[in-house]
């Protein structure tokens, strides 16, 4: 294999695959639902492509090549196209999985090591801020060379192939393969060098019929019970002008939140998870005056071994209700919250079409639009922080409240939520962002919801306290509404 070995030249290798599989299915249910999103978002839907560089042992390129070739084979959602199912009269967007073809890897040269780790960010940049389009392989690789030695790989990956769980799966498996490990391998066991065990085609018949169709249905029906009497929506407020750019996203990176939410959970018996959406919608619920809060919780659908160590896109949104009603103290809702996210997560499995037609169903026995646009979601890998700085005091706790830091990492002309709360990997901190429609939302708002979570958790920490003292310990203030209306709860 050669490669034009010219600094700043981009090339192409053309890779043949052959892998088990062959199939044109609808889409999955979690497919199903990413690719709304991703629809919706029209030329800016790029926004959802995952993106990763990964260090390279200083391969030759035909080495790298192989691993890529081997990872493609392995798993199914690497060599699917997906569309709309237009052309054939299908009814519906589908998945059409290879089992063999041909894929490109761009190839890139630099002419220093360090020279290379800036040249595959710049690619990375440039590869992941195009959209996927039909009739295209769902990722796209580049390898960033040095002479003749790969030095890094890049990988996008188009949502709609895999979730997060699923993208973690490929870059471990890829790591190891690039690294002369098979791609499975698994400390004290033999490792398996045969196809992964689960694939996309095999998720599409579970959910069609069997187990996979009833528990769908049980999904629906609870649905249907929780529609019947939560808000219609969350922000029944009048708009506000919004900014030029509509939606903002705001970061807050917390070590006292990440100290105060494990001290919570450590007492209550609960996840930090819990925790963190415990806060969420305690804070939500100041904002819009409502005693109920309503979020829908991104549900990863990876129940089993099969689901575990399968590479497709499985999320859906759950629906997350948590009533304060009656509940006096911040333990006391960690405690509801931990239940209901167990029923939510439960419910989290159905046919996305079958509930936008049960939305609107209920919507009109209801006599108004049902608007779920608020959003909680944990990415993080692991319930717990690895490097969160201690403190022994309240005192202390509250001291560390100076270290935290809060930045803003875009801001977009559209979006679909209103209010979309994400914890992300971070070893020292708690690191959550809201994305926030400012019309609803302002930019300062948003800012003071975060501190307002922060707040919440530092003043739990120690002790368990009132839902009033939780609320009290920030100066968040509700969106502001027109005199003489208040929140439908």
């Not at 010219?6 to 890779?15: D, F, H, I, S």
Request: negative net charge; charged residues 20%.
């Amino acid at each position: 294999m050669t490669t034009d070995t010219t600094e700043g030249a981009t090339t192409a290798l053309v890779v043949p695959f052959a892998g088990p599989g062959l199939g044109r299915v609808p889409l999955n249910w979690g497919q199903r639902t990413i690719w709304e999103g991703i629809r919706w978002l029209g030329e800016d839907r790029h926004y959802y492509n995952i993106r990763r560089t990964l260090p390279v042992p200083s391969l030759a390129p035909a080495a790298a090549v192989a691993a890529l070739r081997t990872l493609v084979e392995r798993h199914q959602a690497l060599r699917t196209y997906f569309t709309d199912g237009s052309s054939d009269g299908t009814g519906g967007p589908v998945q059409d999985v290879r089992a063999e073809g041909k894929f490109t890897v761009a190839v890139r040269h630099a002419p220093t090591a360090e020279a290379a780790a800036e040249t595959a960010a710049a690619l990375l940049a440039e590869q992941g801020g195009r959209p996927f389009e039909a009739g295209q392989w769902p990722v796209r690789f580049c390898l960033v060379m040095v002479a003749d030695r790969v030095e890094f790989l890049n990988m996008v990956l188009d949502h709609q192939t895999a979730d997060g769980s699923g993208a973690a799966l490929v870059v471990e498996q890829l790591t190891a393969l690039l690294n002369g490990r098979p791609a499975d391998e698994t400390p004290g066991q033999a490792p398996d060098p045969a196809p992964a065990r689960w694939q996309p085609l095999d998720q599409a018949e579970y959910e069609t019929a069997g187990e996979g169709a009833r528990r769908g249905k049980l999904s629906l029906e609870y649905w249907r019970r929780q529609l019947a009497v939560v808000p219609l929506t969350m922000f029944d407020m009048p708009p506000r002008e919004p900014e030029e750019q509509r939606f903002w996203k705001v970061r807050l990176t917390s070590p006292a939140a990440a100290v105060a939410a494990t001290r919570i959970a450590e007492r209550t018996g609960r996840t930090t998870s819990a925790v963190l959406l415990t806060a969420t919608s305690l804070v939500l619920s100041r904002l819009t005056g409502h005693t109920t809060g309503v979020l829908q919780l991104i549900v990863a659908n990876r129940f089993d071994d099969n689901r575990r160590a399968l590479v497709s896109e499985l999320c859906q949104d759950g629906l997350f209700v948590l009533d304060r009603t009656g509940v006096a103290t911040f333990d006391g809702l960690v405690e509801a919250a931990y239940r209901s996210a167990l029923v939510t997560y439960r419910y989290g499995f159905y046919d996305r079409v079958e509930r936008d037609a049960l939305i609107a169903r209920v919507a009109a026995e209801r006599g108004g639009a049902i608007r779920l646009s608020s959003y909680f979601n944990d990415a993080r890998l692991s319930d717990d922080w690895s490097a969160i700085p201690k403190a022994a005091t309240a005192d202390e706790l509250r001291a560390l409240t100076a270290e935290s830091e809060t930045d803003v990492l875009g801001k977009w002309e559209r979006q679909e939520p209103t209010f979309f709360l994400a914890a992300n990997e971070c070893a020292y901190a708690c690191r959550i962002s809201l994305l926030s429609d400012t019309a609803f939302i302002s930019v300062a708002e948003t800012g003071a919801a975060l501190r307002a979570i922060e707040a919440a958790l530092v003043a739990a920490a120690f002790e368990d306290v009132s839902l009033t003292a939780a609320l009290a310990a920030s100066d968040l203030a509700p969106i502001p509404r027109p005199t003489g209306t208040e929140a439908a709860s």
